[in-house]
């Protein structure tokens, strides 16, 4: 058996949504050096759909994968149903990833969570501060 899937490795090969979008709605930057792995995701929103998703990776292809996936995974949705993407919908979006890359999946619901929180608090809405944690202090990568 392969270590990668063919999914995983398109998305590496020909990853989807790269780039930045320059007057974005909601930005988030998950991860940091010690990990090896950063991810940016970028929000274009009107009237709460999700009209456009850009990301910037530095990683591993795991990552870049996870981040191309997740961001066609949300892209054209309503806000509240980004929200709720899980690390483990990318994983099998993505027919898997080896045991010690399942934390890039992670990453990429962080990183999405996180750019929905700057878009909430930048517009003053109401969010459950508990669906989305600030990962700028979590324990994942310190």
Avoid: W
């Avoid at 309503?78 to 709720?84: D, F, H, K, L, R």
């Avoid at 934390?103 to 619901?109: M, R, T």
């Amino acid at each position: 058996m392969a270590l990668y899937s063919e999914v995983v490795m398109d998305h590496f090969m020909n990853p989807r949504n790269v780039g930045v979008i320059e007057d974005a709605d909601g930005v988030g930057t998950v991860g940091n050096a010690k990990c090896g792995d950063i991810m940016k995701i970028y929000l274009k929103i009107e009237k709460d759909i999700i009209v456009d998703v850009k990301f910037e990776t530095f990683g591993c292809g795991s990552a870049i994968a996870s981040s191309s996936m997740a961001t066609e995974m949300i892209k054209g949705k309503p806000i509240s149903e980004a929200a709720e993407l899980t690390n483990k919908a990318v994983a099998e979006a993505l027919e898997g990833l080896p045991a010690h890359k399942l934390h890039c999946s992670v990453l990429a619901e962080e990183a999405i969570k996180s750019a929905l929180r700057d878009y909430f608090e930048k517009n003053n809405i109401p969010y459950d501060k508990k669906q989305f944690p600030d990962c700028e202090n979590c324990a994942h990568c310190h």
